[in-house]
């Protein structure tokens, strides 16, 4: 389970059979939006962002050596409300105000789309979340 | 007392999306409109501003006029560095899901105080442009330039006076 600001990790075990000693290299599938993955030794570090769609989501994790392949299936959960920086479970005026602080100093939470910089794209990804008619300063 | 040559630079923009002049009025300090034309369903921009800070000392930037016939918006003030002549990240967005703003008008206004004879070119840099889709507006920038009057030898009055010319030109694929 991965929280929308949160890393996630799996544990990912290669196991070679009837005497492979060959590398391995592996790659993940499935993804959701703004959200990245990445493989250190024996672990799967799945990133997700602010702008990750809540949701259930199957990863393929392949397993790849020349032309060996297999594949195997985890579940990621993103849970949250798209563009609550605070995590307050609302999208309101103290979200837009941390994305607009986020854009000189970084916030990961405000970071909606992953990627690495805070800006516009942000910032009104979090706006369209608020209700019609509310006024912020 | 000598006024300095103003020249714009222009680009090389379709005649359909000629762009327009903005102007900046005299007085103790001045006021630099940013300026789109010919834009559709604008919901949001960005932008960063260069200018010589051994001729300009930016004061101020406010919201300009244009996004908030959309409704109501959210503005960034931009990060005014008089060092090194930028102020970036000025950001503005309409507030909730509804569309954008469309024609021609005022992104944002920045004011300026002199800090020394000359001519300082004001450059757009990162602009960003962003439909009510949230997806990028193609558009084309024109730079301008302000000039200041030098002032007569023997005079400690350093009067001011620009004309200033920076616009976006924009067009929708």
Known sequence: ?137 | MRITALIFMLAAIPAAFATPVVSVQPGPGLTAAIEISGVTDLYAFQFDLSFLPQVLAATTITEGGFLPAAGFTFFVHGAINNTIGTISSTADTVLGSIGGVSGSGVLANVGFSPAGPGVSPLALLNVQLLDSRLSPIVFTTMDGQISQITPEPGSFALLFFGLFALTLAVRRY
Request: some cysteine; glycine content about 12%; overall charge negative.
């Open chain 1, 1 to 137: 389970m991965a929280n929308p600001a949160g890393p996630g990790q799996y544990a990912v075990d290669v196991t070679p059979l009837r005497g492979f000693d060959q590398s391995v290299s592996l790659s993940v599938h499935g993804l959701p939006a703004a959200a990245s993955a990445s493989f250190t030794p024996g672990i799967l570090n799945v990133a997700t962002s602010g702008g990750t769609p809540p949701g259930s989501y199957s990863l393929i994790i392949l397993g790849s050596s020349g032309i060996l392949s297999h594949a195997a299936t985890t579940n990621l959960v993103v849970d949250g409300t798209p563009g609550d920086v605070n995590g307050d479970g609302t999208v309101d005026c103290a979200d837009l105000n941390l994305v607009r602080a986020a854009f000189h100093a970084y916030n990961s939470r405000a970071d909606f789309n992953g990627d690495g910089v805070v800006d516009i794209r942000d910032l009104a990804f979090a706006s369209r979340q608020i209700p019609a008619g509310v006024t912020c300063e």
